[in-house]
């Protein structure tokens, strides 16, 4: 049997991340698990109709973790995170839910582990707790006897277009300055450098791997949108009050403005690798196009980001 004739368990399938895993994954033609806690949800059910297995099972529930990853060949771990819109977990979830996944696959005699983490992360703690807690996992699974590779992606490109960021009134607003750049990823991508990790773990484990698709400043930003859309967008730092009153907000902007959350990977180097990968053009007039539209869509509520 070869790898690819092995089953990938991937968590959050019926999410951003793990949903552009699982099918990438399957494109590649491995066999995959995806572990869904509503195995009759209508993610779970496109999940099935597109070849993947699924198991219910939750990450507060070693058990069902346990059963999911027996006979795995690899396992694509990443969890919800307090930063997130309407986040119904705590920090102390996502270490606890990072640190079990890794020490039931250990358990389990996982192959390879590819744990996706965040472009902030790193030995030292950057004093937001939402973030800092994927430095405690990485901590965590390197200390691990299995083989895993950590992928640090940087801010998606589907947070620039979130329905009321105010692209319908001709604005857009993010975490840094006009002219302070970022660099960004298209979840879609994040799936595929984790498939490419997946087929060649020779090459890949014992890596930590920043990734990102693209480096925008404010304004090239806006104008990336404004080609898009075909008329002028603006573009501003999210509103001071705004960061002040929002802990994870004003903390990831603060992380901007000392550089640790934009991102350095060397991007040429980087596409070389993975010739995919999309820039913010490009992923615009693809991937983006059906959230660019639902984003010009008018709307009364405030920004939404995260
Ligand atoms: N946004 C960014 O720019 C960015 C950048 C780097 C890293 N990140 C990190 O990305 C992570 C989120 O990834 P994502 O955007 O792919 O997530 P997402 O789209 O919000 O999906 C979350 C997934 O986790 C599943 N899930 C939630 N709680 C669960 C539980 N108790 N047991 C099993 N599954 C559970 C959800 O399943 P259900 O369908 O059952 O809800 C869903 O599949 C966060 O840790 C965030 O910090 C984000």
Known sequence: MTDIDRTVVVLGATGQQG???????????WAVRAVVRDPSGHRARSLSAAGVETVRGDLSDPESLRAAFTDAHGVFSVQPNTGQAGAVVT????????????????????????????VAAGPTPTGVAHLDTKSRIEAHVRNLDIASTIIRPATFMETLVLPGMGLDRGRMSFLMRPDQTMQFIAVRDIGRIAAAVFGSPERYAGHT??????????????????????????YGRLPT???????????????????????????????AEFPFLL?????????????????????????ALR
Request: proline share 2%; glycine share 14%; with cysteine.
């Open 279 to 303: 820039r913010f053009d490009r992923w615009l007039a693809g991937p983006g196009a059906r959230l660019l539209a639902e984003a010009l869509r008018p709307t009364d509520t405030g920004i």
């Open 91 to 118: 920090n102390e979830d996502e270490v606890r839910f990072g640190t079990t996944v890794a020490d039931i696959a250990e358990r389990c005699g996982v192959a390879h582990l590819v744990y996706s983490s965040t």
């Open 241 to 271: 009050t705004l960061l002040e009153q929002d802990e994870a907000l004003g903390g990831s902007a603060a992380l901007v403005d000392s550089g640790r959350l934009v991102g350095r990977t060397n991007l040429d180097a980087l596409r």
């Open 19 to 29: 949903g552009s895993v699982a099918a990438a994954l399957r494109a590649d033609g």
């Open 209 to 234: 791997e920043e990734i990102a698709g693209d480096a925008l400043t404010g304004k090239g930003l806006a104008g990336h949108l404004a080609q898009a859309v075909g008329r002028p967008i603006s």
